[in-house]
């Protein structure tokens, strides 16, 4: 009787001192798990998941829906929520993973390299964990499907990227290199692998793949165009103090030189606003060394350029500078009849719009204005192409006039645009040769020369037999 007191009594005893010990490991469980989500949320913030996967109609985060504009036609960006529906809920780490660096689903379907899936091949295991369990635990999941992505014949082929991925996707992981720092190898990982600032700033070949022997020098992003940022002192950034690097990354804007527009005020805007100081100045640091591509600029981009006295000159007379008219009526407002600007508004001299060797940010500029939201206040430019809400929309003929009105008085003034020029950038550019193989016009021709080759080949068959025979 008196052990059975005992044991009875016992148990409550052994329970209160089990549970403290229960509840300590229950709550170093979520501290740990808070701590891998915040991780995770961090990670995804670097790669920039945000830019694409948060679409502005869908209030749902990661929900997906945002178009993507490609020379192949538009894609699609996925839900990639937890839901077991219409996300990514029933994948497991192991078919996360394959996704994000090889570009290839838990279906088993190959996505088109809008996902940047071979700069995410270098992500490390840790970091790829971390992402995981963000997706998973840190994401409210969203059960309304994404639209699906339907590009033109041979494209919506996606098999077809298995051939593409042999020849242009590096499934490497990124390994750190011996004779740089650790700060340099943190920027290697960042612009070659989260960040993926190689995806844009590198030339693409006919294929669009990336052309690596000249590594971020610049290549053409549908209507706009991604500069050089090796340091060079002229075709690149190699002029700018890091202090103007790390500020434009941070806000997009480094008064006297430059101002973030299109794919980067939207990569500042989700993503490099928000990283450390510390990785910010790691991205510096390996832009630093990379190797320096010169490209035949003998004077800076943002060396070219001074304040305009054109307004003095032209304004009453008769017969004047259409471009000028344009620019009077609708940019000096904000730009200052000079091309100053004032705290605001950026100097359009002494700009590396106005003065790069190609006018498409320029032009893209003006068609679709620029917005960006930089600690939380709203930058924004109005657009004018024929498309934009504003009242105020401008022809093809008027965008090339104030164009030109601009960089011959403010900026590089040995370019001319045309209308036709504006017209290909507002229709995202000219087509890379891949993206050729989707009009019609071009399977036509190629099935008309591949029967007068078989019908060659016939005729020489026919000959031949005809002389064996005689």
């Known amino acids: 009787m008196e052990a059975m007191k005992v044991r009875r009594f016992c148990l409550p005893f052994a ?21 891998l989500i915040a991780k995770g949320k961090y990670v995804a913030i670097a790669a920039d998941c945000g830019a694409c996967h948060n679409a502005p109609h869908n209030a749902a985060e990661m929900g997906g829906g945002y178009i993507i504009t490609s020379p192949l036609g538009n894609i699609f960006a996925s839900n990639i929520t937890p839901s077991k529906i219409a996300g990514i809920g029933d994948y497991t780490e192991e078919d996360f993973s394959r996704t994000v660096r090889e570009g290839i689903n838990k279906q088993g379907q190959h996505l088109y390299p809008a996902m940047p899936y071979t700069s995410y091949a ?17 994401v409210k999941p969203s059960d309304k499907p994404a639209p699906v992505t339907a590009l033109p014949f041979p494209f919506n082929m996606r098999s077809g990227m298995a051939v593409w991925n042999r020849f242009f996707a590096d499934a490497r992981p990124f390994q750190p290199r011996a004779d740089v720092s650790e700060e340099v190898n943190r ?5 070659n692998a989260l ?32 500069p050089n940022i090796t340091p060079d002192k002229n075709s690149g950034i190699g002029g700018w103090r890091d202090e103007e690097i790390a500020q434009y990354l941070k806000t997009g804007h480094v008064a006297g030189k430059a101002q973030a527009a299109g794919p980067m005020a939207e990569a500042v805007e989700h993503s490099l606003q928000h990283l450390s100081d510390s990785d910010i100045n790691a991205i510096v640091a390996y832009l630093r060394q990379i190797p320096a ?35 009077s009526s609708t940019c000096a407002n904000c730009h200052q009849d000079n091309g100053q600007g004032n705290a605001r508004y950026p100097s359009l001299f002494h700009n590396t719009v106005t003065g ?4 498409d940010n320029l032009i893209a500029t003006i068609i679709y204005g620029v917005h960006r939201d930089v600690n939380g206040e709203a930058i924004a430019m109005p657009g004018f192409g024929p498309d934009a809400f504003y009242t105020d929309r401008l022809t093809d003929q008027q965008i090339a006039d104030v164009s030109n009105y601009v960089l011959k008085n403010l900026g590089n003034s040995a370019l001319n645009v045309t209308a036709e020029q504006v017209k290909t950038v507002r229709e995202n550019g000219k087509p890379p040769l891949i993206a050729r193989l989707a009009d019609p016009t071009v399977w036509g021709i190629a099935a008309i020369g591949l029967l007068i080759l078989l019908g060659v080949i016939y005729s020489a068959l026919r000959k031949r037999k005809h002389h064996a025979a005689a």
């Open 15 to 35: 329970l209160s001192l089990l549970l403290p010990v229960v509840f300590t490991a229950s709550a170093a469980n979520t501290t740990d798990n808070s701590s």
């Open 122 to 138: 270098k992500i490390t295991d840790e970091d790829m964990h971390a992402l995981y369990v963000y997706f998973m635990q840190g």
């Open 187 to 191: 920027g290697d990982y960042l612009v």
């Open 195 to 226: 960040a993926h600032c190689d995806t844009c700033h590198t030339p693409r070949n006919a294929f669009m793949g990336q052309d690596n022997s000249k590594a971020l020098s610049g290549g053409n992003l549908g209507s706009w165009y991604a």
């Open 293 to 327: 591509v010169h490209q035949g600029e003998s004077v800076p981009r943002d060396g070219m350029g001074a304040p305009a006295d054109t307004e003095a000159r032209l304004r009453g007379l008769s017969q004047v500078d259409p471009g000028w008219k344009v620019f």
């Open 356 to 359: 790069a060797p190609q006018a």
